[in-house]
T-cell receptor
Framework: SQQGEEDPQALSIQEGENATMNCSYKTSINNLQWYRQNSGRGLVHLIL?????REKHSGRLRVTLDTSKKSSSLLITASRAADTASYFCATGVYGNNRLAFGKGNQVVVIP | EAQVTQNPRYLITVTGKKLTVTCSQNMNHEYMSWYRQDPGLGLRQIYY???????DKGDVPEGYKVSRKEKRNFPLILESPSPNQTSLYFCASSPTGTLYNEQFFGPGTRLTVL
């Protein structure tokens, strides 16, 4: 199955700065989702963007999707120490009842 | 409270000793899934279930079994655990599969096989 690939793998920023992560995938999708995982805990869903959408916002989160480039980005604005976590993208494919997860981005926000 | 629960949360066992990790959800979700998470490999799906009595293999099903006799429960069975099954395991559920549905994750089970 396909997998999302996040880039960069690790990011360290100061509180208040913006954090951007990218995800690329290989085949056509019907949706792309972003999840957050605090150290060793379960994943928490952040946002879902459908293949016919180009941009979506949720609070301080902004997700874009470029299906022609098979890529997505997650922007966290005005980061906080509590945003320190791993962020995963996951893709859902037509006709396939499974989500394929990327390897994750580690984000550290320094107070 | 809507949630996915897993038990046990931590387990240390020895090679070959059969074990079961339970998963239960109280949201009446049709879809349930098991993942394992290993450093550098991300999350990989083990098995999933679209509904009661319907299960299917994910990416890494070898060495695992599942059953879905009731809608709320989806236990993961390791008949003869081996050290390469040492991992962090997550159960997840969603209303109706992955099409336009977020998945709700349990807290995880950290398994060590000696």
């Amino acid at each position: 199955s396909q997998q999302g690939e996040e880039d960069p793998q690790a990011l360290s920023i100061q509180e208040g700065e913006n954090a951007t992560m990218n995800c690329s995938y290989k085949t056509s999708i019907n949706n792309l989702q972003w999840y957050r995982q605090n150290s060793g805990r379960g994943l928490v869903h952040l946002i879902l963007i459908r293949s016919n959408e180009r941009e979506k916002h949720s609070g301080r989160l902004r997700v874009t999707l470029d299906t022609s480039k098979k890529s997505s980005s997650l922007l966290i604005t005005a980061s906080r120490a509590a945003d320190t976590a791993s962020y995963f993208c996951a893709t859902g494919v037509y006709g396939n009842n499974r989500l394929a997860f990327g390897k994750g981005n580690q984000v550290v926000v320094i107070p | 409270e809507a949630q996915v629960t897993q038990n046990p949360r931590y387990l240390i066992t020895v090679t070959g000793k059969k074990l079961t990790v339970t998963c239960s959800q109280n949201m009446n979700h049709e879809y349930m899934s098991w993942y394992r998470q290993d450093p550098g490999l991300g999350l990989r799906q083990i098995y999933y279930s679209m509904n009661v009595e319907v299960t299917d293999k994910g990416d890494v099903p070898e060495g695992y079994k599942v059953s879905r006799k009731e809608k709320r429960n989806f236990p993961l069975i390791l008949e003869s655990p081996s050290p390469n099954q040492t991992s962090l395991y997550f159960c997840a559920s969603s209303p109706t599969g992955t099409l336009y549905n977020e998945q709700f994750f349990g807290p995880g089970t950290r398994l060590t096989v000696l």
